[in-house]
Each structure stands twice: as C-alpha cells, then as structure tokens.
C-alpha cells in the first residue's frame, strides 16, 4: 500500500499507460495495466488531495477502454488533443477545420504507403494518425 502520510497539500500524479502502466503489446487494443501498477494507480486516486491523470498518445476512447479506470482517474488523450470529462466540457478533439483536414490529407497518403507492406497497420486518431509496425 502507498503511504501518503508525509505529503502536505494537493498532490498530481500524470502517468503514460502504454510502457509504463502496460507492456508494449504487439496489439494496441490487447494492451491491459499490469495488476500491480493498476493497484497502485487506483490507490493513489483514492488518496486525500491527490488527482491522478493518464496521458496517452491514444485516442481518449480507446485509452479509457484498456486502462479499465473509472471516473476517479482523469484521463488525456491524443497527445492533449482530447481532454477526458473532469478536465473540460467536452471529450472531443481540439483540432481546427484546417487541421482536421490535414489530418485527413496526411491519413490518405499513409494510406496508400502501409496499403502492400505486411504486418503494418493504420492507426486514425480523432487528433492524428499512428502507422504501426
């Protein structure tokens, strides 16, 4: 258990998930915390004055539905691109209509590169997009 005792005052802990709360797996979506750094993270969510917030790469979506916290872990997703309830009003992207559609354009293009190239995949992101290989 982690002893909070000796700390004075609020307290933010911000943790990536994936290698760090979670191995790199070969499949996003496969990925899952390891047990004890779930249990820690949620310990740490409980403690007095203490807010805890993964920030991710991922979509906001997919980040909250792999780490499997509940409301009492704040989350940002998309590199802060989105911002999970409990942070803002909304959990949608923050791209402007010409980013939106640079994304678009830049999502095409890898497209046609990863289309042939075997064991590589297309990522869309609501704030980018991630080639997997």
């Known amino acids: ?36 750094s779930a249990a820690a993270v949620r310990a740490l969510a409980e403690a007095p004055d203490t807010t805890v917030v993964l920030v991710s790469g991922r979509a906001l979506a997919d980040l909250a539905a792999v780490s499997g916290f509940t409301e009492t872990v704040r989350m940002i997703g998309s590199h802060g691109g989105e911002l999970g309830p409990g942070l803002v009003d909304s959990d949608t992207a923050v791209l402007t209509d010409e980013q939106r559609a640079l994304r678009e354009k830049l999502a095409l293009a890898l497209a046609d590169l990863v289309e042939e190239a075997p064991g590589v995949t297309l990522e869309h992101k609501p704030a980018g997009v991630a080639v997997h290989v």
Do not use: C, N
């Open 1 to 36: 258990m982690i002893d909070l005792s000796a700390l004075t005052g609020p307290l933010l802990v911000a943790l990536d998930f994936d290698g760090v709360l979670s191995p790199i797996v070969p499949v996003p979506s496969d990925a899952r915390p390891l047990p004890e």
